[in-house]
């Protein structure tokens, strides 16, 4: 039976207007690091890839814009020259507690800063590149799953591929759309928060990665390049109705009581007009796989952003996933195979880590508690160390 009788036999996915088709062995929704890694790798190894992708290169993101130092080789070793762009290198961490208390640590990889503008920009022009098909300025509506060939159904146009992977980040469309049990949940300390960033010129140090707490959330800064810093905060939607779903009352009732964000606020030249915005951040657990569709990145599960390499989980996934998938389709492996062994790998390499992070996140979610923590920390430095590790990979 072909590919395409399959899909023409299926009333769900019957387009209302005539719509291109094209087959593909593996589609990937979503253009982030996760996604756009993944159709790299793919396509070295001569597959043919289509990753679709919702808004169009380059643009901004939400996020810290802090890759740790794990990742460093697998980006140059997908043709991104990192060591030619005189990027800053972030060797120490700040963190402090919502009354200004202070400690400083070194961190043990380390990190560099970059935008998420030129990354992803750069990783998709790689991409195109490597010979992958980079359909932007599209949303996946909806995958039908065949047992043989799902269908990716956009606007306009659909793709039957014979595996479907989904890097689509932290809430999509089709995480509704899905019913998948995070999205479903009552607001809770886990699934209700919201993100801000904004690109600001300040004479903060080039190495350092501050942590500012304040109620119910913290800041981060940190350098990224052509001398830009990256300031991005995480906060509970809680803290936004308690001030009037105005972010600039937001900041200013419970950002500034924190000294060190007050002085940030008050003296650096923010770059963007208004900043930008994301809501409804949850950090639950999730599955896998859904549907027939390999998950990767946010969208398998995120990490507290504290723990600053949210990005290296995303890239460290799709270096995973790469060999499964590349087995599959030559037929060495059934889907099921395939399936179970990512999910393990996945497992075994993440699941403690995002343990760690909620746990930590939850010891920076109140004042007393941030307070009395830098203090007991603050003597221990090799228990500051082991908490950093914990949350943290090796280089892969
Ligand atoms: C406030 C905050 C700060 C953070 N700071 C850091 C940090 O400093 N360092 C770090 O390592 N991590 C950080 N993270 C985490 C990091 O941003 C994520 O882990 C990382 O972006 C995950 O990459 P991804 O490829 O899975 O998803 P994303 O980068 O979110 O990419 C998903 C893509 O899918 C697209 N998409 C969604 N739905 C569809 C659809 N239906 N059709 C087509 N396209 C679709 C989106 O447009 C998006 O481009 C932070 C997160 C937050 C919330």
Not at 218 to 229: A, F, L, N, V
Not at 288 to 313: F, H, K, W, Y
Not at 350 to 364: D, E, H, T, W
Request: hydrophobic share 40%.
């Amino acid at each position: 039976m072909s590919h395409l009788s399959t899909y023409k036999n299926d009333p769900l996915v019957q387009p209302a207007v005539a719509e291109e088709e094209a087959m593909v062995d593996v589609a990937i929704i979503g253009g982030g690091l996760a996604g756009l890694a993944l159709s790299i790798q793919l396509a070295r190894l001569g597959w043919s890839v289509v990753l679709v992708e919702k808004e169009s290169y380059p643009f901004h993101k939400v996020c810290g814009e802090y890759i740790s130092m794990e990742s460093w080789d697998f980006l140059e070793g997908l043709g991104y020259p990192l060591r030619n762009m005189d990027l800053p290198r972030i060797k120490n961490l700040i963190v402090s507690a919502p009354n200004g208390k202070m400690i400083q640590h070194p961190l043990p990889l380390g990190g560099f800063g970059i935008s998420r503008y030129k990354i992803d920009s750069e990783l998709a022009r790689l991409a195109v590149e490597n010979g992958v098909q980079l359909k932007q300025g599209t949303t996946v509506r909806d995958v039908v799953y065949g047992k043989n060939v799902s269908t990716v159904v956009c606007s306009g146009v659909r793709y039957q591929a014979k595996l479907v992977c989904g890097s689509f980040g932290k809430k999509s469309n089709l995480d509704i759309k899905w019913k998948r049990p995070f999205a479903e949940q009552r607001p809770s300390k886990l699934n209700n928060w919201i993100g801000v960033k904004y690109h600001v010129r300040t004479n903060f140090l080039p190495d350092t990665i501050a942590l500012h707490n304040f109620e119910n959330g913290y800041c981060g800064i940190s350098r990224i390049e052509e001398g830009k810093y990256c300031l991005c905060y995480l906060t509970t939607a809680a803290n936004l109705l308690k001030s009037g779903h105005s972010i600039s009352r937001m900041e200013e009732i419970f950002l500034h009581r924190n000294p060190h964000l007050k002085k940030i606020f008050g003296s650096a030249e923010f770059l963007y007009r208004s900043p930008l915005t994301i809501s409804q951040i949850s950090f639950q657990q999730k599955s896998q796989v859904e549907r027939g569709v390999l998950l990767l990145g946010d969208a398998a599960g995120l990490i507290t952003p504290l723990c600053g390499n949210g990005m290296s989980m995303g890239l460290h996934a799709s270096k995973l996933a790469t060999p499964l998938i590349h087995q599959f389709l030559q037929k060495g492996i059934t889907r099921e195979q395939l399936e179970q062994a990512y999910i393990q790998e996945w497992t075994n390499r993440f699941s403690r880590r995002l343990q760690a992070g909620r746990l930590i996140q939850r010891l920076f979610g109140k004042t007393w508690m941030t307070d009395a923590f830098i203090r007991a920390a603050k003597p221990f430095p090799a228990f500051i160390s082991y908490l950093i590790k914990q949350t943290h990979g090796e280089p892969f």
